[in-house]
Structures are given as structure tokens and as C-alpha cells.
Nanobody, 126 residues
Framework: QVQLVESGGGLVQAGASLRLSCVQS????????MGWFRQAPGKEREIVAA????????YYPESVKGRFTISRDDAKNTLYLQMNSLKPEDTAVYYCATRFHWSNLYYTREKDYTNWGQGTQVTVSS
């Protein structure tokens, strides 16, 4: 059974940086597509970053482009989300998601993923 455990969230001031980590256990990390989503209170969950299974193709929505970076370390079975220049509107619970599926494409929909972490809270104060 695949398990994902996120860490790295917290309370920071606007302009600060955070790096989220997501460790997968229970199945090989390689040949998996991956993504980070977030959900703010009263809003739907949205994609903030996606990565194909070889790490060569990335997606970011306009709201985070240039500030967030998704990366992976297959040797450590770990997915990262580096978040710079954080804004109050980035406040949300952040979730990592994976699916064991080799693809040169990235995936941006929740239903494209089969494994989810429990979420980590990120709060950005103004």
C-alpha cells in the first residue's frame, strides 16, 4: 500500500520561502507522475505544480509560476515543492499526489492521481 507523508508547512510572513517535502513508501517512486495541490478554506482543491514521470516536463498555473518549483529525488522517494515570495493568498492546505504511470506528460486533474498525502498547512501572514 502506497503512503505519502508531507512535511515542511508552517506559518511565515509574506515574502518568505518554504520547502514542502513528500515521502512515498510502499511502492517504487520512479515511473510515477506527481503533483502538488492546495485547498484554501471555502475553495476547491487546485493544482499548483505537476511533473511527468521522468522529471522533464513541468506545469505551473499562472498564480504560482516563477515562484514555485516542483522537483523529485527518486533515490530518496521524495517529492519537493519549493515556494518563494509567498503571498497571503498562498495560504492553504497543501497535498502531494502520485500515480504509478510512466508518461512524458504531466497531469493536472485530481482524478488523474491515485495516491494522496494527508496535507500540510501553509499560512502566510501579511
Amino acid at each position: 500500500q502506497v503512503q505519502l507523508v508531507e512535511s515542511g508547512g508552517g506559518l511565515v510572513q509574506a515574502g518568505a520561502s518554504l520547502r514542502l517535502s513528500c515521502v512515498q513508501s510502499g511502492r517504487t517512486f520512479s515511473s510515477s507522475v506527481m503533483g502538488w495541490f492546495r485547498q484554501a478554506p471555502g475553495k476547491e482543491r487546485e493544482i499548483v505544480a505537476a511533473l511527468n514521470s521522468v522529471g522533464s516536463n513541468r506545469y505551473y498555473p499562472e498564480s504560482v509560476k516563477g515562484r514555485f518549483t516542483i522537483s523529485r529525488d527518486d533515490a530518496k522517494n521524495t517529492l519537493y515543492l519549493q515556494m518563494n515570495s509567498l503571498k497571503p493568498e498562498d495560504t492553504a492546505v497543501y497535498y502531494c499526489a502520485t500515480r504509478f504511470h510512466w508518461s512524458n506528460l504531466y497531469y493536472t486533474r485530481e482524478k488523474d492521481y491515485t495516491n494522496w498525502g494527508q496535507g500540510t498547512q501553509v499560512t502566510v501572514s501579511s
